[in-house]
């Protein structure tokens, strides 16, 4: 195991912080779309759980996001995935979608949630690819949730800023919050089942 993952959600970096990191590595990929692809392939089945399972995850992300993670991004997204997998586990729901603060324009969180949901669906979908688990049905309501998603994917950016479209982005915030939670959960305990299978 690379990290005991019990309370790794408090190593989940700011948006800022992520920010500064892609930046200092060359990247110009929005914080949240990283964490969207990270959270979607937890949502497939990966887990970061082993150096093994951490290698194919980072190079699946590579791949849905058409990036490099080497060196000091290596390491960033080791903990950031752990931190990811812990809060969505956490009885206390702590998951969070990883969004520009509050303090931030309404605009800039608008394209970061339409970024997360994009690199959930990216991340996801090359889950799914990679574990060749393409003939597995996907549960009903982690369909439906993907095809909201999408919807979410087109959200209109330029908004006038407003105490209704602050309630809505909260709205879907909480949406794809719990959604993730939801999806993610279901996987990694049917990955845990089908581990069991084999064993026994």
Same mark, same amino acid.
């Given at each position: 195991?690379? !990290?005991?993952?019990?309370?790794?959600?408090?190593?989940?970096?700011?948006?800022?912080?992520?920010?500064?990191?892609?930046?200092?590595?060359? +990247?110009?990929?929005?914080?949240?779309?990283?964490?969207?692809?990270?959270?979607?392939?937890?949502?497939?089945?990966?887990?970061?759980?082993?150096?093994?399972?951490?290698?194919?995850?980072?190079?699946?992300l590579e791949k849905a996001l058409a990036i490099d993670l080497t060196g000091d991004m290596f390491d960033f997204v =080791?903990?950031? =995935?752990?931190?990811?997998? %812990?809060?969505? +586990? &956490?009885?206390?729901?702590?998951?969070?979608?990883? !969004?520009?603060?509050?303090?931030?324009?309404?605009?800039?969180?608008?394209? =970061?949630?339409?970024?997360? %949901?994009?690199?959930? !669906?990216?991340?996801?979908?090359?889950?799914?690819?990679?574990?060749?688990?393409?003939?597995?049905?996907?549960?009903?309501?982690?369909?439906?949730?993907?095809? &909201?998603?999408?919807?979410?994917? +087109?959200? &209109?950016?330029?908004?006038?800023? %407003? /105490?209704?479209?602050?309630? +809505?982005?909260?709205?879907?915030?909480?949406?794809?919050?719990?959604?993730?939670?939801?999806?993610?959960?279901?996987?990694?305990?049917?990955? /845990?089942?089908? =581990?069991?299978?084999?064993?026994?």
């Open positions: 195991m690379l !990290l005991d993952a019990l309370g790794a959600f408090e190593d989940m970096p700011s948006w800022d912080d992520a920010a500064n990191s892609l930046f200092n590595a060359g +990247q110009t990929l929005n914080p949240s779309a990283l964490h969207g692809a990270m959270a979607g392939l937890l949502g497939a089945g990966f887990s970061p759980h082993t150096e093994r399972h951490f290698a194919a995850t980072v190079a699946a =080791s903990r950031m =995935s752990l931190a990811t997998l %812990s809060a969505i +586990q &956490d009885a206390d729901y702590t998951f969070q979608p990883l !969004l520009p603060s509050d303090d931030s324009s309404l605009e800039e969180r608008l394209i =970061s949630v339409s970024e997360w %949901s994009r690199g959930f !669906l990216s991340g996801f979908t090359q889950g799914i690819t990679q574990r060749e688990a393409a003939g597995e049905p996907i549960p009903c309501m982690t369909a439906e949730a993907l095809k &909201d998603m999408a919807a979410i994917v +087109q959200v &209109d950016c330029e908004e006038t800023d %407003s /105490e209704e479209a602050e309630r +809505q982005l909260d709205d879907v915030i909480e949406y794809i919050r719990f959604a993730a939670i939801n999806i993610v959960n279901e996987a990694q305990s049917l990955r /845990e089942t089908a =581990s069991e299978d084999l064993e026994s």
